[in-house]
């Protein structure tokens, strides 16, 4: 075996590691853990619940007690209910629902704030602008959310926009290796590049003022995925007829049947 062989196996061995510790995991969970009374919250705050046949909701509630399970969910400063922790759980169970063989690996707690923060997580001050973020460096494996904004995503049916299901979106981006606004994990090879192609013509458009995508999409193909994600899941009809190209190249890419 020549040596660039040597030093090619034990890295793909690490790389295979890696993506196995980031998605697949398997325990038991016990679904009489799950509160009978939680179900009137999701039928009553999350559309993408209430609309799921009686079998994938008993699906949905198993992920969402794996959800529960692995990650710790904290008010700060505040106090929080069950249908605040069932919203944070509905956020991260909705963009991998169509893969119920992977778990987030990569997140060990979501910190809710009363509010608005600014880059140092402070919540008085200049610069509360965030709404929802991804950890990184010594706030690694962590997310932090506004509650009010975490709330009104789900509060408005009709709204393109769900702080929640962002952030988790951009976790899936996170877990193939590399923040690029291409979800390797989820999508096959064949759709990169149409992926790709429509992503950037959609950011001409934002820019142009010819699209209902939220703005925020146009800064980078990490948050334009993030973007069109949220509006997707949050909203697919109205994505739907006006984005007929994207909606299905993204309803193959989440394998969403609805």
Do not use: C
Request: aromatic share 14%; no cysteine; proline share 4%.
């Amino acid at each position: 075996m020549s040596n660039s062989l040597y030093v090619f196996f034990p890295l793909l061995l690490f790389v295979i590691l890696i993506v196995w510790r980031v998605w697949f995991y398997e325990k038991t969970i016990n679904l009489n853990n799950f509160n009978p009374s939680w179900r009137n919250i999701l039928n009553k705050e999350v559309s993408f619940y209430a609309d799921l046949s009686e079998a994938d909701k008993l699906r949905f509630e198993q992920e969402l007690l794996y959800f529960f399970d692995d990650v710790t969910i904290t008010g700060v400063k505040i106090e929080i209910n069950d249908t605040d922790r069932l919203l944070v759980g509905a956020s991260a169970v909705i963009p991998l629902f169509g893969f119920p063989e992977l778990r987030y690996r990569n997140i060990n707690e979501v910190l809710l704030y009363e509010g608005s923060f600014n880059d140092e997580n402070q919540t008085e001050g200049d610069g509360r602008n965030i709404l929802g973020k991804v950890g990184k460096g010594n706030m690694n494996r962590l997310m932090i959310l506004s509650l009010p904004a975490l709330r009104a995503g789900f509060k408005n049916e009709n709204s393109s926009s769900n702080v929640g299901i962002h952030e988790f979106v951009h976790l899936i981006d996170m877990a193939d290796g590399a923040v690029d606004g291409i979800p390797e994990s989820l999508m096959q090879k064949q759709y990169v590049a149409p992926w790709l192609k429509l992503m950037h013509k959609e950011i001409e458009s934002i820019k142009e003022n010819e699209s209902d995508i939220n703005p925020y999409g146009a800064t980078s193909e990490v948050e334009f995925l993030s973007v069109a994600s949220e509006y997707f899941f949050n909203n697919p009809e109205e994505f739907q007829e006006k984005h007929p190209e994207l909606y299905s190249l993204m309803k193959k890419m989440y394998r969403y049947s609805s």
